[in-house]
């Protein structure tokens, strides 16, 4: 009876199905193009710091006007990122008209979680210029090797009196059973100058740094992990989180 | 102390023992009938008059343990003195299992696990030690509850990680001749690396299974959900095959 014998085969095909999930990740994708064509990306990995006027263009688009880098004449700077962003995350109203100091990180091996180029690892915004700055913006999106890292590109070493300080702490409780392996969810400690804590995926608190009169800080952790085998070109380990205020 | 097992020998033995007994009797008797041969009075008993079933009751009330009921793996208990060893071959998770008779209705629990198909002993291996109860045990509907601690691993490029694991679960089932089904709802919480002292998270399983009972073998299968709060549910399945000893 090869009706019968068909679906004996596929309920043992559905019984011995050993079924994979990967991590779902949606980067933020940071951009950003200059107006005189040129690339921020270049052989090496860059750190760009430029000044300028914030315009906002669109709540996940910042356009700075009057840029400039030495040796070069003045540019705009487009800076854009998702505009289905995680956890709703937008530029700063508060940067709309403001003189604002940018820094822009990049990456010419950067990768996303599949492997796809993914060029703009961590992007810094401050309202002012040196050394009177007061930071309002950071967004990190970056793939990297290992578990868990103090290297998060955004800066600084150190947690400062206006910038909080970021780290991916590795941990092993939670996993997606991936095809090559698994992968394990990370979590993001935060420190600020009197205080510190840990945030899993999509957990979001307020942090106080600075003077008390100091807006404070809301920090969004999206999503940290890091993988247990990999396929192709995915990435090892990805970090994924922004701070405003 | 006897156990119930050489109780139950004794009371076959003697069942074997008095059935040829009153087979005699009955023959002698008939041939009396024919003979005409005169009866001797009874003796007096020495001991307490049978039961319909040819059984004697004797010794201590406090001594009495209910009968064995039938074996399992996923119902408790396995019996005092006794224990039943399992093996479970599944995905995610695959592993060994010892339920050892403490009393009537408490188990040892040993069992020690790892995801094996997925991916051998590369991420999550553990070992648990417990106590199931088994308060509902007689009749039909058998009911338990088990709660074992334990370790898991999870090895890294050159680490190892332990995470230390609690698990509660409830089982309730339906004994047929030809089959037992069973449902249980198990709660696990694992212990992660906060930065400020650990934090715990938790899962779930749901499942329903099926056993049947070839003498001293059981065999069954069982299919579940991983539930997982703030990440996506996964079916998982286990095949099971256990001996009592």
């Given at each position: 009876?090869p009706g ?16 994979n ?74 940067l ?16 996303d ?15 002012g ?11 990190v ?38 095809e ?5 969810y990370?979590a ?11 945030l899993s ?36 380990a ?8 | ?9 004794i ?14 009797a ?5 041939r009396?009938t ?39 793996i ?7 003195g ?21 009393a009537?209705?408490?188990d040892?629990v040993?069992?020690?696990d ?13 070992f ?18 088990e ?32 089959a037992?089904?069973?449902?249980r ?46 990440l ?14």
């Amino acid at each position: 009876m090869p009706g019968s014998r068909s679906s004996v085969v596929a309920i043992v095909l559905a019984v011995a199905a050993c079924a994979n999930r990967d991590v779902e990740t949606t980067p933020f994708r940071i951009d950003a193009s200059r107006s005189d064509g040129v690339s921020f990306v270049v052989d090496v990995p860059a750190f760009y710091r430029f000044e300028g006027t914030a315009r906002l263009l669109e709540p996940t688009v910042l356009l700075v006007q009057g840029a400039s880098l030495p040796d070069t004449p003045p540019f705009d700077v487009t800076l854009r990122f998702r505009s289905d962003a995680p956890g709703g995350v937008v530029f700063p109203p508060q940067l709309d008209g403001s003189a604002v100091t940018v820094v822009l990180v990049s990456d010419p091996t950067g990768i996303d979680p599949e492997g796809e180029p993914l060029r703009y690892p961590a992007l810094r915004i401050a309202t002012g210029a040196a050394p009177d700055l007061r930071h309002q913006f950071a967004m990190v999106d970056a793939a990297y090797a290992g578990a868990g890292t103090n290297i998060v590109t955004i800066g600084p070493v150190d947690p400062t009196d206006d910038l909080p300080f970021f780290r991916v702490i590795a941990d092993w409780t939670e996993f997606e059973p991936a095809e090559c392996g698994p992968v394990y969810y990370d979590a993001l400690e935060v420190l600020g100058d009197d205080e510190r804590f840990t945030l899993s995926r999509g957990e979001r608190r307020e942090l106080s740094i600075g003077a008390p009169e100091a807006t404070s800080w809301k920090v969004l952790h999206v999503l940290s992990w890091h993988r247990h085998g990999t396929c192709g070109d995915q990435a090892e380990a990805w970090t994924q989180f922004a701070a405003w205020r | 102390m006897l156990s119930v097992r050489s109780r139950a020998t004794i009371l076959v033995v003697a069942v074997l023992l008095c059935a040829p007994a009153g087979g005699r009797a009955q023959a002698a008797s008939a041939r009396g009938t024919a003979l005409q041969e005169p009866v001797a009075p009874p003796s007096p008993p020495a001991e307490p008059p049978s039961t319909a079933g040819g059984e004697t009751v004797t010794g201590d009330d406090s001594e009495f343990e209910p009968e064995i009921p039938s074996r399992s793996i996923a119902l408790g208990p396995a019996g005092r003195g006794d224990m039943v060893v399992s093996l479970d071959l599944g995905w995610l998770r695959s592993g060994v299992r010892g339920d050892i008779g403490l009393a009537a209705w408490l188990d040892l629990v040993l069992r020690v696990d790892a995801l094996l198909l997925y991916d051998g002993f590369g991420s999550h291996s553990g070992f648990y030690l417990g106590l199931r109860a088994s308060p509902l045990s007689q009749g039909v509907l058998r009911a338990g509850a088990e709660l074992t601690v334990g370790q898991l691993f999870a090895p890294g490029e050159n680490t190892l990680t332990n995470v230390a694991a609690i698990r509660g679960s409830a089982t309730a089932g339906v004994v047929f001749d030809l089959a037992t089904l069973y449902g249980r709802a198990d709660i696990r919480w694992l212990s992660s690396m906060k930065s400020r002292g650990p934090g715990w998270v938790h899962d779930g399983e749901l499942g329903i299974g099926v056993e049947h009972v070839l003498g001293r073998f059981i065999v069954g299968a069982e299919a579940y959900v991983w539930t997982r709060p703030g990440l996506s549910t996964l079916g998982q399945w286990r095949l099971r095959a256990g001996f009592a000893i």
